[in-house]
């Protein structure tokens, strides 16, 4: 993590190893658990979330997908743990730039954070060796075309704009989009400073001209303010 002595911008050196639950999903995609029933879900990237999990548990047919689990059980707790602290030191001292609606608190917030990544270690092991994570990075998957009903990636395109050019965000919803048969789902729409992604626009027009939908929906969640869109891209 970077320097959090400046109050107006959060700051992450490296892609922050944090995870959200089952319920953070909910929000941010505007699911219905129950519509997910006899879909095949694909969560990319997926971190240390314990959405694979916790679908799981409700007979849901989820991967995750994420570079990361290349990492051995061991060194990923190491680093979610350092991770997740990292994110909560800055959260304690830069609070007045998120929107408390949905965790109330820091201390939920942090309890929130914390609950997902034990979820996620919990079942990590075994969830490998069942095929339910998979080590692999955008844009380019190791998954057949069409090979999900509904693909979900949350907090790493758009959120890293600073860092992932323009042709990589082309190039892995492009990727996203051929490994999924119905639709693409992407939160947030904007970046660590809170403001939306400076081509978004372009993005979108490059995916309708290459015969693509996208569209922006509104969620009902929202942390950073403003951040209450998805997009929503049909192959």
Do not use: N
């Not at 995916?207 to 509104?218: M, P, V």
Request: glycine letters at 4%.
């Amino acid at each position: 993590m970077g320097d959090a002595t400046e109050p107006t911008k959060f700051e992450v050196t490296d892609c922050a190893v944090i995870g959200r639950t089952f319920e953070e999903y909910a929000a941010m995609f505007d699911l219905e658990p129950a519509a997910l029933e006899g879909r095949r879900v694909l969560d990319c990237p997926s971190g240390v979330a314990s959405f694979v999990a916790t679908a799981t548990d409700r007979g849901i047919d989820v991967v995750g997908a994420d570079v990361v689990y290349e990492r051995s059980p061991e060194d990923l707790a190491r680093r979610c743990r350092e991770d997740r602290e990292a994110v909560i030191d800055q959260l304690s001292e830069k609070r007045d730039m998120f929107d408390w609606s949905f965790y109330d608190s820091v201390a939920e917030r942090r309890r929130y954070l914390r609950r997902a990544s034990e979820r996620f270690l919990k079942d990590y092991a075994a969830g490998q060796s069942r095929d339910r994570y998979v080590a692999a990075a955008l844009p380019a998957l190791p998954f057949e075309r069409d090979a999900f009903s509904l693909v979900l990636s949350a907090h790493f395109l758009f959120l890293y704009g600073d860092r992932f050019d323009y042709e990589f965000h082309c190039e892995a919803l492009r990727e996203l989009a051929r490994v999924a048969a119905d639709e693409v789902r992407i939160y947030p729409l904007q970046g660590l400073d809170a403001t939306p992604y400076d081509r978004l626009e372009d993005v979108l027009a490059t995916l309708a001209d290459e015969g693509y939908e996208a569209t922006r929906e509104t969620v009902p969640f929202e942390f950073q303010p403003g951040s209450t869109e998805m997009l929503v891209l049909s192959p």
